[in-house]
């Protein structure tokens, strides 16, 4: 096979739910799933790419790999994780200058919230997308799951999303005993705003407001539209001076499909 | 050995920060603290300019340390210019560990608190209840 056709973009009929572009020439027989495949018959990418595991970003965009090291990161393996974790220290300097920028384009508290609401929303539709497309590969694409009742989207919220977002799985996930379609998430201690020490003429701002825009990006993403806000409870938890507890208020029309969908 | 203060001198030489965690020291209004941290960063430029031996290359730090009758301070110049000075009861050890701590605190609880302004006064609850742990481990 010719040099030109080496990235195809087209993964096997059926298997795929991520092809963004057709073209002509496939490279893979259709027992063969795109995660793991092989490229034998190109001298070219077989030099320039240390492993034989084709990254998907590769077939997406038709990247050419790179010595590891320095990988683009588009050219990144999609599914390997390990070693391209972003230090805390970076992410802390850089969430501080997220909130300065905000607060100084913001007239009220409740408006910063509402800019850190909206940045962690965008930020939400894309873990949502990435943590999907990770899950469906690692099932080998036989069996791609997707919730679709609220109890276990609240608990891939919880477990999945938190975890690959922090590093563990909130500390908790309640259902408020005043209102049906009121849940809430908990985390004792959120690495994010970790080092941010509110000033007291703004003791109502939660940070957390990111947290609260990603699960709802992250929730709307899955049909379940809600109203999601941040709430800082420390003061009553002695142990926990930073607990926070993401409220997330459903919409009418989720708590009518359950109800329709029963038990 | 105990620690009975710590300053934090901006790079301007203004106090942005004192607290008192023993009451050994007589306590100073913060009118006369400011003045003496004034003094102190005008000593500490002064001396960086005295070394008698210079090394070719190497930038003189300046005074590190001075004692007094019973007390002492320790004086720690971060690369940005920023001081902390620690006033401790004699003989001390473990100093150099305590300033790396201080240090520590301060880069994560100052410097990532988007409420905060470079130069100006550290208004940090964060701040101060970690120094207050760290300071209560020291002088048990």
Known sequence: MSSAVGYSTTPPAGSSRFSLASSSTSLYSTSQNPSSSTINNNPNRRESARSSIVPIQQQLFGGTAQPQGNVNILDRSINKTKGSEMALSAWAFIFAEVIAYSQSRSDSIADLEKRLSTLGYEVGQRILSLVLLRNTQASNLKDPKREHRLIPILQFVHTQIYKYVFGKPADGLERSSEAEDEYMLVLNESPLSQFISVPKDMSDLSCESFTAGLVEGVLDGLEVPARVTAHWVGDQYPDHPQRTVILIKLDQKVMDREEALGK | ?140
């Open chain 2, 1 to 140: 050995m105990t620690i009975h203060g710590l300053w934090v001198i901006s790079k301007a030489g203004g106090l942005v920060f004192s607290r008192s965690y023993s009451d050994v020291l007589p306590p100073q209004p913060v009118n006369t603290i400011l003045t003496l941290a004034g003094i102190l960063h005008g000593i500490h430029a002064i001396t960086a300019k005295l070394t008698p031996t210079p090394i070719p290359g190497v930038t003189a730090g300046g005074l590190e340390s001075f004692e007094a009758e019973g007390w002492g301070g320790k004086v720690f110049l971060t690369p940005t210019g920023t001081k902390f000075v620690v006033l401790h009861s004699l003989p001390q050890s473990g100093l150099d560990d305590l300033m790396k701590r201080i240090y520590e605190i301060y880069s994560d609880a100052v410097m990532k608190n988007p409420f905060h302004t470079p130069e100006m006064p550290i208004n940090s609850a964060l701040f101060e209840t970690k120094l207050q742990t760290l300071m209560s481990g020291v002088n048990a």
